[in-house]
Every structure is written in structure tokens, then in C-alpha cells.
């Protein structure tokens, strides 16, 4: 299973940036699908961003599309999370995540691994 760490989380005013990263050991990256879910106080954790392991493929719910953007380094096993125009709405615990997919096409992820998950505060 592959061991995941985030950071860049912090407070930010809205229409903020903050740039989120994760690093992954363990694992031969790129056969890993990634993500980035969000938990808010009282809510369910939800999916925000996924890519695919070879990185042509990604996916963005409604809510945050055209805001956020995922990306992946396979050299350096990195996948990013940036986040542009921010909302107080957007205030939660971002979690990432990975998924064995030895096709590395696909960016469906549930969660198999988890990250510590990291803040992001966003005032009004």
C-alpha cells in the first residue's frame, strides 16, 4: 500500500490560492490512480479531483470546476492540488488519496490508501 503526505494547507481570505501537495512512497506511482477528497465539520468526505496514473485523464465535480486543478509528477511521485478563487464553502480537511490501477487510464478512486489530510481554512 502506498504511503501518502500532505501539506500546503493553511487560512486563506476568499478569492485566495493555496497550492496543496502530496507526496506518495511505496508504490510504483504512475499505477496509481490519485485524488483529493474534502470533509467539512458534519459532512461526508467527498471527492474534489482525480487523475489517472499515466495523468491524461482527470475528473472535477461541478463545484469546484474551473477552480481547482489537479496534477501528478510520476518522477518525483508528487501529485498537486491548486486551488484558485476560493470560497468559504471550500473550508475543510482535503484528504489525498490513491487507488491501484495498473492501466494507470482511469481516475476513478474510492480510497484505498489516505493521507493525514491537511487544513484549509477560508475566511469571508
Known amino acids: 500500500q502506498v504511503r501518502l503526505v500532505e501539506s500546503g494547507g493553511g487560512l486563506v481570505e476568499a478569492g485566495g490560492s493555496l497550492r496543496l501537495s502530496c507526496a506518495a512512497s511505496g508504490g510504483t506511482f504512475s499505477r496509481y490512480a490519485m485524488g483529493w477528497f474534502r470533509q467539512a465539520p458534519g459532512k461526508e468526505r467527498d471527492l474534489v479531483a482525480g487523475?489517472?496514473?499515466?495523468?491524461?485523464?482527470?475528473y472535477y465535480p461541478d463545484s469546484v470546476k474551473g477552480r481547482f486543478t489537479i496534477s501528478r509528477d510520476n518522477s518525483k511521485n508528487m501529485v498537486a492540488l491548486q486551488m484558485i478563487s476560493l470560497k468559504p464553502e471550500d473550508t475543510a480537511v482535503y484528504y489525498c488519496a490513491a487507488d491501484f490501477d495498473p492501466t494507470g487510464t482511469t481516475w476513478h478512486i474510492k480510497g484505498g490508501s489516505w493521507g493525514q489530510g491537511t487544513q484549509v481554512y477560508v475566511s469571508s
Open positions: 487523475i489517472s496514473g499515466r495523468g491524461t485523464v482527470t
